[in-house]
């Protein structure tokens, strides 16, 4: 299903436009009604009141207000540090250097300080440095441990980055526990924020630092009545320590989603299997001068970019809910407080591409593979890389403003994405062995005006540009939707793969044979990963293939594989497992060749079993 026609307006959606075979499943599947439309219905829910919370903020309203039928007011809130934070924090890690400013005091005037002043670590006066890893870990230690009343905070291990450092994230909630079983059992849809994926951006752990403590014991605290939320304040500890964009290894960990080659995505990956958020926000920092001034002779002019999931094969009610519940509130709460946003864009390494891209289309980055897994999915991006600590307060103010938002849209909207996930999930297990798909994806190619800021005066310059838009995609590559793929007994990597995204997978419990279709190489070619910008840092060449389909009877022997479509993550599986793509599992030798994998295009007939969870 392709994205909307044109940006910042999407098709309307109503029962009456979906496919017969969807209005089929829909009707199959009975218990899950389509969640009404549009947004602006009366409702009588109850939210808390929303109060500013800076350090001249009035003493806090009654715990709950009739909900608002409009966009959700911004909350402000400063961080006071947890007890014993100061004792938990430690020297903080070595940082190179802070730059000289990039620019002169006419375009630092346009971005003053918020009237609220945030306190956290990194945020201390004086200091050099953003809160150190040690810091950031005893923060949310001290908050869980401080835990009590009628929520839960729970800290949760994920594992430790390349180089040993504890990957950690902070668990809210009014359920019995902070485990899975027990949110999934809540009833209430769980929203996942993510910080410093790329270490080199700061602003964002240290909000998710101040909503941290908000949330567990502070104003934001009652939005727990409806919602559960899980936190990652720094996703790439390793990536933070030393000021650089990669994790330890050298690889883009945002692009690393799919592939899963680095101890931190796999993290994330287990925490979206386990704790199967309905909202995800990952929050980022972007280049402000760079290669913006060599090309365009120009400043980034936003507080905030922000974009949705566009990638091939997602849910048409997936940018319709993103855009409708969660990005026009954000932008509404943003301008209340007197920030600016646009859609997010970069242009590439190139100095002589002057073209400008919304964020990418391939199912590889944090953004649309979170899409993928049918969670409302939105990048958040504020104005810092390459700046240092200039405008740091304005950058962590952003961030608090807009994830606020995010989570009272969530509250609001806790029963319609309960609604909307179940029916996403059921649609995209319907479509096995029905219809066609979409293996590639680009976007179009339009021309806009872009605002960005004159260097000497710091005025408003509007730019026009080629604009390479996400939100209406070009099909590349389409294909007949099989009903699964059959995966070789060596394909053990892929399979581990596949599980830790949580796709479920069956292993052949007896020799059979199948209606399938293999993949007969006609090209190949050896490359690289390439995005918007230029070249991934990545681990290793990718093989670049053409293929052809063979249709005939396909042995499927006992202890091989079957990775059915007739599951949630469906659209997800045929990412990875389309060859002819560059992020698929054979382009980066996840499968070893090509004989190793096939579309089964009948229903399966031979003896199955399920693949327990972590196999291998």
């Not at 829910?45 to 009739?66: E, I």
């Not at 060449?541 to 993550?569: C, F, H, K, N, W």
Request: with cysteine.
């Amino acid at each position: 299903m392709l994205l909307p026609d044109r940006p910042m307006k999407l098709r309307p959606l109503a029962l009456r436009t979906l496919a017969p075979a969807a209005l089929a499943l829909l009707t199959a599947c009975g218990s899950t009604p389509l969640p009404p439309w549009p947004a602006d219905r009366p409702t009588t829910r109850t939210a808390p009141a929303v109060v500013d919370m800076g350090r001249a903020a009035a003493p806090a309203a009654a715990a709950s207000a009739p909900m608002p039928t409009g966009p959700a007011p911004a909350v402000v809130v400063e961080a006071v540090p947890p007890p014993g934070a100061a004792s938990a924090a430690t020297a903080p890690e070595a940082s190179p250097a802070a730059p000289a400013a990039p620019y002169g005091p006419e375009v630092a005037a346009r971005f003053p300080d918020p009237s609220t002043v945030y306190d956290t670590p990194g945020l201390t006066p004086g200091r050099e440095q953003f809160s150190s890893n040690s810091e950031i870990s005893g923060w949310l230690r001290d908050l869980a441990a401080a835990s009590g009343g009628r929520s839960r905070v729970g800290l949760l291990g994920l594992g430790a980055s390349q180089s040993g450092t504890p990957l950690e994230a902070l668990v809210l909630t009014r359920a019995a526990s902070t485990d899975p079983a027990a949110l999934l059992a809540s009833g209430k849809p769980t929203v996942l924020l993510v910080g410093q994926q790329h270490g080199d951006e700061p602003a964002p752990a240290e909000a998710l630092l101040v909503l941290a403590r908000e949330l567990a014991r502070g104003r934001l605290e009652p939005l727990l009545d409806r919602i559960n939320v899980v936190l990652v304040p720094r996703a790439n500890p390793d990536g933070a320590a030393a000021g650089k964009r990669v994790t330890a290894g050298g690889i883009d960990m945002n692009r690393d989603h799919l592939l899963l080659r680095t101890p931190e995505a796999r993290a994330l990956a287990r925490l979206q299997r386990d704790y199967q958020p309905a909202v995800t926000v990952d929050a980022h920092e972007y280049t402000v001068v760079g290669r913006f001034l060599e090309k365009y002779g120009a400043v980034q002019k936003f507080d905030a970019l922000l974009q949705y999931a566009t990638t091939a094969n997602l849910s048409e009610f997936m940018p319709r809910a993103s855009e409708e519940w969660f990005r026009r509130p954000l932008v509404a709460a943003l301008n209340r407080e007197g920030l600016s946003s646009e859609w997010y864009y970069t242009t590439s390494t190139d100095p002589n591409d002057l073209r400008i891209s919304m964020g990418g289309t391939q199912p590889d980055t944090g953004r649309n593979v979170y899409g993928l897994r049918n969670s409302v999915s939105l990048l958040l991006e504020t104005r810092g890389v390459g700046i240092g600590r200039l405008h740091i307060q304005r950058r962590v103010h952003t961030h608090v403003v807009a994830m606020t938002s995010v989570l009272q849209s969530a509250s609001q909207r806790a029963e319609d994405l309960g609604k909307v996930r179940s029916y996403m999930d059921r649609e995209a297990a319907g479509n096995a062995c029905r219809g066609e798909m979409v293996t590639s994806a680009g976007p179009t190619l339009q021309r806009r005006a872009l605002v960005m800021l004159d260097p000497a005066t710091g005025a408003d310059r509007p730019i026009e540009v080629d604009w390479n838009s996400a939100l209406e995609l070009r099909a590349l590559k389409t294909r007949g939707r099989p009903c699964g793929y059959w995966l070789a007994a060596s394909a053990t990597q892929a399979v581990e793969r596949l599980q830790q995204l949580g796709v479920q997978v069956m292993r052949v419990a007896e020799p059979g044979a199948v209606l399938g279709e293999s993949y007969r190489e006609t090209a190949r070619t050896s490359g690289e990963r390439s995005d918007v910008r230029g070249s991934i840092a990545d681990a290793a060449p990718i093989v670049r293939v053409e293929v052809a389909l063979a249709r005939g009877v396909l042995d499927t022997p006992m202890g091989s594989y079957y990775v059915p479509l007739s599951q949630p993550l469906a659209n997800l599986v045929v990412a990875a497992l389309e060859p002819d793509t560059q992020n698929s599992f054979f382009a980066n030798r996840v499968v070893d060749a090509l004989q190793s994998q096939a579309r089964v295009v009948g229903e399966p007939t031979m003896r199955l079993e399920p693949l327990p969870a972590g196999a291998f």
